[in-house]
């Protein structure tokens, strides 16, 4: 066999084949128009548009029906081929294309979707990256997902993966952080790490805000500026209000410490120490981030996700001078200047050459505004040090690049593959891909790390195993299994819902979807996985097995779906769509609902019937486990 990994590029190859020797006898040249594509319901199972071979309509009629009976006559996989205007549309054939696919399937097993790309590639993969001053969240909890689903993904497609998560540990937010920590940091409390963090940083940008408009007040004339100050402060009042409700010994010690100096004064002493690796800031922020990467490993290792490497900011770009090396770099590109004592990058300069644009496809309507890297103190940008970590991925020897990050720093993305750019690395500012992301909202919720207003991810997965075990209950699952399935099925139906919808969209996310049962969801193809997997154990001794002409007009639509699965795979990886795969899953698994409702597989009037039967309901089981592996689902055995 040719290709063991897919058994429907054996069938394309083979239609274009005879396709071609069609046209060739025709005098019509197979261009790159000639395509092979996926029918519509009604009509099939693959397609080839003639319009797109020929400008004159009548002649797209006769080519498409010299193809189909060509096709039908000639090609082995195919069952039958008919003409229908411009379009010859093609079902497969159920005996030898059903044989093929049983075989591949066999042959790959737990490996099947497996599809190597001809040039496959050293990847890259940063996702997640939270900062750690409170918990994951719930748009954190998208990204995670969606980057442990595209590294799955791409591996599948054969590439060499590696995935990495940036720890932001320099910077002003940390040393919120570390400032609360440090006043508190004898108070014990029974959480999560990550959440005392959260709880604490929350507390301290509260208390320091609060004090810092209300100096603002004193001093403000204008009486539309002190309307102003007075509804910042109000917001800032009730969330204090909140804070102390929450835990008032840990909000008295930092507001309490706060009276007796200029809190913004020790914060931005903390940033600068630790920026220049003294050693008393090192201990104390390290302590912080340490703690709430704690948490976070606690979060991700629940939800089956795990890193490669984990990046600390510090010593990758900081302390070891890579940052001063890109502004080294960049001051000799021309495109740096000095404002008041700050350095900014003329990015806007650069991107004015539509060459730039082209190359590092950023739309011409794109605006790019210019960049602070260095403040007047000294003290470098979150962006000067994500220039640096963007030039040490590179050095690993990767070729390409995929940062998983939300799509509201699609301008961040672009100064940080310009600045590559303008210091000569033209390679890799063409190689590094911004994944965007956009936001996931819960009716009713507005969410602010800053206040301490957010659902974090252990929240919303411990309430979406309660939510699944409740109706696994209703279902008659005994108590015993409830916990372990429950599990799978809500953190399950947490990832499916984040990944079926493409990243590019808003996601709204509302437990009658997520949750839903009976259709595209994850649950739903847990279910469908389950039911095939209870038939094969009720099989007892009768074992699958694929006989020619056993497979009829009834397995058909399975069978190419079936098949259809590297394709999707390697469509996947190809275009970086991860939503192709749950998509694909819930056809795969409405079709087998069907099959299963309609057709008796077990019981079928002959036993070679019922043991293909068997085969393909096996074959749609593996697709379903692997497919929901690649989604990093874990497929319960009981529903």
Same mark, same amino acid.
């Given at each position: 066999?040719?290709?063991?990994?897919? /058994?429907?590029?054996?069938?394309?190859?083979?239609?274009?084949?005879?396709?071609?020797?069609?046209?060739?006898?025709?005098?019509?040249?197979?261009?790159?128009?000639?395509?092979?594509?996926?029918?519509?319901? &009604?009509?099939? +199972?693959?397609?080839?548009? /003639?319009? =797109?071979?020929?400008? +004159?309509?009548?002649?797209?009629?006769?080519?498409?029906?010299?193809?189909?009976?060509?096709?039908?006559?000639? /090609?082995?996989?195919?069952?039958?081929?008919?003409?229908?205007?411009?379009?010859?549309?093609?079902?497969?054939?159920?005996?030898?294309?059903?044989?093929?696919?049983?075989?591949?399937?066999?042959?790959?097993?737990?490996?099947? *979707?497996?599809?190597?790309?001809?040039?496959?590639?050293?990847?890259?993969?940063?996702?997640?990256?939270?900062?750690?001053?409170?918990?994951?969240?719930? *748009?954190?909890?998208?990204?995670?997902?969606?980057?442990?689903?595209?590294?799955?993904?791409?591996?599948?497609?054969?590439?060499?993966? &590696?995935?990495? %998560?940036?720890?932001?540990?320099?910077?002003?937010?940390?040393?919120?952080?570390?400032?609360?920590?440090?006043? !508190?940091?004898?108070?014990?409390?029974?959480?999560?790490?990550?959440? %005392?963090?959260?709880? !604490?940083?929350?507390?301290?940008?509260?208390?320091?805000?609060? =004090? !810092?408009?209300?100096?603002?007040?004193?001093?403000?004339?204008?009486?539309?500026?002190?309307?102003?100050?007075?509804?910042?402060?109000? +917001?800032?009042?009730?969330?204090?209000?909140?804070?102390?409700?929450?835990?008032?010994?840990?909000?008295?010690?930092?507001?309490?410490?706060?009276?007796?100096?200029?809190?913004?004064?020790?914060?931005?002493?903390?940033?600068?120490?630790?920026?220049?690796?003294?050693?008393?800031?090192?201990?104390?922020?390290?302590?912080?981030?340490?703690?709430?990467?704690?948490?976070?490993?606690?979060?991700?290792?629940?939800?089956?996700?795990?890193?490669?490497?984990?990046?600390?900011?510090?010593?990758?770009?900081?302390?070891?001078?890579?940052?001063?090396?890109?502004?080294?770099?960049?001051?000799?590109?021309?495109?740096?200047?000095?404002?008041?004592?700050?350095?900014?990058?003329?990015?806007?300069?650069?991107?004015?050459?539509?060459?730039?644009?082209?190359?590092?496809?950023?739309?011409?309507?794109?605006?790019?505004?210019?960049?602070?890297?260095?403040?007047?103190?000294?003290?470098?940008?979150?962006?000067?040090?994500?220039?640096?970590?963007?030039?040490?991925?590179?050095?690993? *020897?990767?070729?390409?690049?995929?940062?998983?990050?939300?799509?509201?720093?699609?301008?961040?993305?672009?100064?940080?593959?310009?600045?590559?750019?303008?210091?000569?690395?033209?390679?890799?500012?063409?190689?590094?891909?911004?994944?965007?992301? &956009?936001? !996931?909202?819960?009716?009713?919720?507005?969410?602010?790390?800053?206040?301490?207003?957010?659902?974090?991810?252990?929240?919303?997965?411990?309430?979406?195993?309660?939510?699944?075990?409740?109706?696994?209950?209703?279902?008659?699952?005994?108590?015993?299994?409830?916990?372990?399935?429950?599990?799978?099925?809500?953190?399950?139906?947490?990832?499916?819902?984040?990944?079926?919808?493409?990243?590019?969209?808003?996601?709204? %996310?509302?437990?009658?979807?997520?949750?839903?049962?009976?259709?595209?969801?994850?649950?739903?193809?847990?279910? /469908?996985?389950?039911?095939?997997?209870?038939?094969?154990?009720?099989?007892?001794?009768?074992?699958?097995?694929?006989?020619?002409?056993?497979?009829?007009?009834?397995?058909?639509?399975?069978?190419?779906?079936?098949?259809?699965?590297?394709?999707?795979?390697?469509?996947?990886?190809?275009?970086?769509?991860?939503?192709?795969?749950?998509?694909?899953?819930? &056809?795969?698994?409405?079709?087998?609902?069907?099959?299963? +409702?309609?057709?008796?597989?077990?019981?079928?009037?002959?036993?070679?019937?019922?043991?293909?039967?068997?085969?393909?309901?096996?074959?749609?089981?593996?697709?379903?486990?692997?497919?929901?592996?690649?989604?990093?689902?874990?497929?319960?055995?009981?529903?």
């Amino acid at each position: 066999m040719e290709n063991v990994y897919s /058994a429907h590029s054996l069938l394309v190859d083979e239609i274009l084949s005879i396709a071609k020797s069609v046209l060739s006898e025709r005098g019509v040249e197979a261009s790159a128009e000639l395509v092979v594509e996926r029918a519509p319901p &009604e009509r099939g +199972d693959l397609t080839i548009n /003639a319009y =797109r071979l020929t400008r +004159d309509e009548r002649r797209a009629v006769e080519l498409a029906a010299q193809l189909s009976e060509a096709l039908a006559r000639n /090609a082995r996989l195919v069952g039958t081929a008919k003409s229908e205007g411009g379009f010859a549309n093609i079902e497969v054939n159920p005996g030898t294309y059903g044989r093929l696919v049983w075989k591949v399937v066999s042959d790959m097993g737990e490996n099947y *979707g497996f599809n190597p790309h001809p040039k496959p590639m050293r990847i890259l993969v940063e996702h997640t990256s939270a900062n750690p001053v409170h918990p994951l969240h719930v *748009g954190h909890l998208r990204n995670c997902v969606v980057g442990d689903a595209l590294a799955r993904i791409l591996r599948a497609r054969g590439h060499s993966v &590696e995935v990495h %998560f940036y720890v932001d540990d320099v910077g002003l937010q940390m040393s919120y952080a570390a400032y609360g920590f440090e006043k !508190v940091r004898g108070l014990k409390r029974n959480m999560k790490p990550d959440h %005392f963090v959260g709880l !604490v940083y929350a507390i301290t940008n509260a208390v320091v805000n609060i =004090r !810092v408009l209300q100096k603002k007040r004193e001093t403000a004339v204008d009486p539309d500026e002190r309307a102003r100050i007075d509804r910042e402060l109000s +917001d800032w009042l009730w969330v204090a209000k909140e804070l102390m409700e929450r835990d008032e010994e840990l909000f008295a010690a930092i507001a309490e410490a706060a009276k007796s100096e200029e809190p913004l004064e020790r914060i931005y002493a903390i940033n600068r120490a630790y920026e220049a690796g003294e050693r008393w800031a090192v201990e104390l922020v390290r302590e912080v981030a340490t703690l709430c990467v704690e948490g976070f490993k606690q979060t991700l290792s629940k939800i089956g996700v795990f890193f490669d490497s984990w990046d600390w900011e510090s010593e990758i770009t900081v302390w070891s001078g890579l940052t001063a090396e890109v502004l080294r770099r960049l001051g000799k590109s021309g495109f740096l200047r000095e404002e008041g004592g700050a350095l900014v990058f003329e990015a806007n300069k650069l991107a004015e050459d539509p060459e730039v644009r082209r190359r590092l496809a950023i739309p011409a309507s794109f605006a790019v505004t210019p960049l602070i890297l260095v403040r007047s103190d000294g003290t470098t940008l979150y962006a000067a040090r994500d220039i640096a970590y963007s030039t040490w991925k590179f050095q690993r *020897g990767v070729d390409k690049v995929i940062n998983v990050v939300g799509a509201q720093q699609a301008l961040e993305q672009v100064h940080v593959r310009l600045a590559l750019y303008a210091m000569g690395y033209v390679r890799e500012a063409e190689s590094m891909v911004h994944f965007a992301y &956009e936001m !996931v909202t819960l009716p009713g919720t507005k969410m602010s790390g800053r206040r301490g207003r957010f659902v974090s991810a252990d929240e919303l997965i411990e309430e979406a195993i309660k939510r699944a075990g409740e109706e696994l209950a209703k279902r008659g699952l005994e108590p015993a299994e409830n916990r372990d399935v429950a599990e799978k099925v809500g953190i399950g139906a947490v990832k499916f819902a984040m990944l079926s919808v493409s990243p590019s969209r808003p996601l709204v %996310f509302t437990w009658d979807k997520v949750l839903d049962f009976e259709r595209n969801s994850g649950p739903f193809v847990q279910y /469908a996985y389950v039911r095939a997997r209870s038939v094969l154990r009720k099989a007892g001794s009768l074992k699958p097995e694929v006989t020619e002409g056993a497979f009829g007009s009834e397995e058909r639509k399975l069978l190419f779906l079936v098949g259809y699965f590297p394709e999707v795979v390697a469509k996947a990886a190809d275009e970086l769509k991860v939503e192709l795969i749950p998509q694909y899953l819930n &056809e795969l698994a409405l079709a087998f609902n069907k099959y299963y +409702d309609e057709v008796p597989i077990l019981k079928a009037e002959r036993e070679e019937k019922a043991r293909a039967r068997l085969a393909l309901t096996l074959m749609v089981a593996i697709t379903l486990e692997n497919g929901m592996r690649l989604l990093g689902i874990e497929p319960p055995s009981r529903m």
